[in-house]
């Protein structure tokens, strides 16, 4: 079974700049997630599909980051403009949770952001 | 809110020792506990978890962990530590009743030395 692809892998941009970040979770998996892990924290939530509809984004800081999950497979998270502080390892997970919450997630590498 | 304490940033044990991961949560009803591992340049990967039933859980590579609904802890044990298992460790928990995410402690480092 394949697992959770994310692209790129790394990525250096100026401040300022716009920057994307693609994810492709486990086929089947109706839930995906995007988390922001800054280095020396535990990962962060910033937004939860569930299919293509968004569940939670409450943690999502709106005025420079959006996301979307076309057909409810694919996902793209995109940064504009990236601040300083954006600098994070970026991790896309997705599980089975259809809402019940007892499903584990499975990671994929994350994205290695940094911003100059 | 819900919340998850990982009091150790480090823990360091020799292989063969026994190790202990520690982990305390706090939600307002019941918990759903997670373990993730993560290595080097790697996303995390599930280790195991805790839903409901037996509180003693077994999970991948030989690691276990103890649900203490009184202590509110989830600690993480393997009865024998290898090098391997040096990596940085995450507890979550998300909230039983009602919906909410998942929520990540800061991580412990475990280092074992050979």
């Known amino acids: 079974e394949a697992g959770v692809a994310q692209s790129p892998r790394y990525k250096i941009i100026e401040k300022r700049q716009s920057v994307a970040f693609w994810c492709n979770p486990i086929?089947?998996?109706?839930?995906l997630y995007w988390y922001q892990q800054i280095l020396g924290q535990g990962p962060k939530l910033l937004i939860q599909?569930?299919?293509?509809?968004?569940?939670?984004d409450s943690q999502l800081p709106k005025d420079r980051f959006s996301a979307e999950r076309l057909k409810g497979v694919d996902s793209t998270l995109k940064i504009q403009p990236a601040k300083l502080e954006d600098s994070a390892v970026y991790l896309c997970?997705?599980?089975?949770?259809?809402?019940?919450?007892?499903?584990?997630?499975?990671f994929g590498p994350g994205t290695r952001l940094t911003v100059l | 809110a819900q919340s998850v304490a990982q009091p150790e940033d480090q823990v360091k044990v020799a292989e063969g020792n026994p190790l202990t991961v520690k982990c305390t949560y706090s939600v307002s009803g019941n918990p759903y506990l997670f373990w993730y591992v993560q290595y080097p340049n790697r996303g995390l990967q599930f280790l195991l978890k805790?839903?409901?039933?037996?509180?003693l859980v077994k999970g991948s590579y030989g690691f276990e962990a103890e649900f203490n609904k009184s202590q509110t802890s989830f600690h993480l044990k393997k009865p024998s530590a290898l090098v391997s298992d040096s990596a940085l460790y995450f507890c979550?928990?998300?909230?039983?009743?009602?919906?909410?995410?998942?929520?990540f402690g800061k991580g412990t480092m475990l280092l074992v030395s050979p």
């Open positions: 086929s089947g998996h109706a839930t």
């Open positions: 599909f569930q299919n293509n509809g968004v569940v939670d």
């Open positions: 979550a928990v998300r909230d039983v009743v009602g919906y909410s995410t998942l929520t």
């Open positions: 997970a997705s599980s089975l949770d259809g809402g019940e919450g007892y499903n584990e997630q499975f």
């Open positions: 805790y839903i409901t039933g037996d509180n």
